[in-house]
């Protein structure tokens, strides 16, 4: 059975490359929000049990998104891609309950390791 994963990202360069960067036979069924308000409706539906989100976007920011998921109670596996490598946002992602931080732009390998550290491959 597909994965619900979801793409949270303003960019449409970042969300395509995210989208490359997954394992080839995962079976995953994607969708994609373009800021954290289209993120947080399509994870309320339902369609984003593991997401992949970036932080810095209009209208509701990664934190954002991360905060309300958080307070909502939903269950998502988030993992931040961001190009905000701060100590700081690390911390900050984590304390909001975000699996990992990984850089942007995204490295395939370095992906898919995370994926298989944290068994979801």
């Known amino acids: 059975m597909a994965i619900p994963?979801?793409?949270c990202d303003d960019s449409a360069m970042a969300r395509k490359q995210v989208k490359r960067s997954l394992p080839e036979h995962w079976e995953v069924d994607i969708t994609f929000a373009t800021n954290g308000v289209e993120g947080v409706d399509a994870i309320r539906q339902?369609?984003?049990e593991m997401v992949f989100l970036d932080l810095t976007m209009p209208e509701l920011d990664g934190y954002g998104v991360l905060k309300s998921v958080k307070e909502e109670?939903?269950?998502s596996i988030i993992i931040v891609i961001s190009a905000d490598i701060q100590?700081?946002?690390r911390e900050r992602v984590m304390s909001l309950g975000a699996l990992d931080f990984i850089?942007?732009?995204?490295?395939s390998k370095k992906l898919q390791n995370v994926l298989k550290n944290y068994g979801l491959l």
């Open 5 to 7: 994963l979801l793409i």
């Open 46 to 48: 339902g369609k984003g």
């Open 73 to 75: 109670g939903h269950k």
């Open 87 to 89: 100590p700081e946002a």
């Open 103 to 107: 850089k942007k732009p995204v490295d």
